[in-house]
């Protein structure tokens, strides 16, 4: 198997494109980038320059995959078919693409992005219209997932265990608003195009000895995330050999998902570190020890043996400090561990930055 990073926070531009090839197919993830947060060490003229070099280069090393796989609908993790010139179309080299169901485990941004993104699919390839995907709710019934988090809901938070309950009682309120909207407007089917698109959540799929297999939705961070959920992708070769890529877990933040990832125990994981940019701000103290300590955790137990540890986490310089546990445990493992930049050889571009 043969696993390219193609770009990562830690070289300039905010995104995790990957492109995974084995001797039966290859398969592009997350075809997408955006520019750095303001609070970046950079002018906003380099910040778009780096995001038009990623594109370039998604672009170029993407070519000709015969699978996208798109696992959310944040900019940074797909463009739209005809965003700057982008040629979606050359992407998928005739293949399919497998895409987070825009319909439920949704939050309303991303429900209205994948929309936008479907039309412009339907735009791009011969078939079905956008107009003629509508159809009713499938489904009315969704479970709160949260009480079902047995490892997370279990562990005693100490001082903070309090205040945790009241925030997780008033987010599940939120929760109820998505539901709602779940409910009660028209859902969109997968259109009937020139190229196949599936909405992947929890499916998986074959090519010759080469499993592609799709988590069901997690969260985009803690529990409740007001970004919503976010669908992992796991590609097992005719040699028994685990590629893992977990998206946007921020961590993972909450301990069931580490669990899962323990349980898959990849030969090859990329896990996007906690948002240390927002320390102080979106991030707690709490969350940020769940984070470090999950990591780390995956790291003891697991048998990874190249962990990328990126993406949220390349934001801003002090992260290896507010990391600090981690790569400690990392010096203790003979696992091949950095920043998708580092495997490249490569520093990255925060510390160039701000070193300038």
């Known amino acids: 198997m043969e696993i390219n990073p193609i770009w990562f926070d830690s070289m300039g531009a905010k995104s995790m494109c990957t492109r995974v090839e084995t001797k039966d197919t290859s398969i592009l993830i997350d075809p997408g980038a955006a520019e750095m947060q303001p609070s970046y060490s950079m002018s906003d003229s380099e910040k778009f320059a780096y995001r038009q070099e990623a594109r370039e280069a998604i672009q170029r090393q993407g070519e000709n995959s015969e699978h996208v796989v798109i696992t959310h609908y944040h900019y940074d993790h797909h463009f739209l ?125 074959e090519e010759g000895e ?42 993972p933040t909450i301990e069931d998902q580490a669990d899962w990832i323990i349980e898959v125990d990849p030969d090859f994981l990329i896990l996007d570190g906690p948002a240390t940019y927002l320390y102080g701000f979106m991030l707690n103290k709490t969350n940020l020890k769940r984070s470090v300590d999950n990591a780390v955790r995956i790291l003891r ?5 190249t962990f990328i540890y990126d993406h949220h986490l390349l934001r801003e310089k002090k992260y290896r400090e507010r990391t600090e546990k981690f790569w400690k445990a990392a010096e203790e493992k003979e696992t091949e561990v950095g920043t998708a930049a580092e495997l490249r050889g490569e520093r990255p571009v925060i510390l160039q930055k701000t070193e300038e």
């Open 301 to 305: 137990e697991a048998d990874v043996k």
């Open 210 to 251: 080469t499993k592609v297999e799709f988590s069901p939705p997690l969260f985009h961070g803690i529990e409740y995330s007001q970004t919503g959920w976010v669908t992992a992708v796991k590609i097992t070769d005719r040699n028994g050999f685990t590629f893992l890529y977990t998206s946007d877990l921020q961590g």
């Open 81 to 205: 078919p005809d965003f700057s010139g982008f040629d979606f179309e050359s992407m998928l080299g005739g293949g399919s693409l497998w895409i987070k169901d825009p319909n439920r485990w949704i939050n309303n941004s991303q429900w209205d992005r994948s929309r936008v993104f479907l039309r412009a699919v339907c735009e791009t390839f011969d078939g079905e219209r956008y107009e003629d995907l509508k159809t009713e709710p499938e489904q009315k019934n969704f479970e709160d997932p949260v009480p079902e988090l047995g490892h997370a809901m279990g562990k005693d938070f100490g001082d903070y265990q309090g205040r945790r309950e009241e925030l997780l009682d008033k987010w599940s309120e939120r929760f109820e608003s998505w539901v709602d909207n779940w409910r009660s407007k028209n859902w969109v089917r997968e259109p009937d195009l020139s190229v196949p698109v599936h909405f992947a959540d929890g499916l998986e799929f």
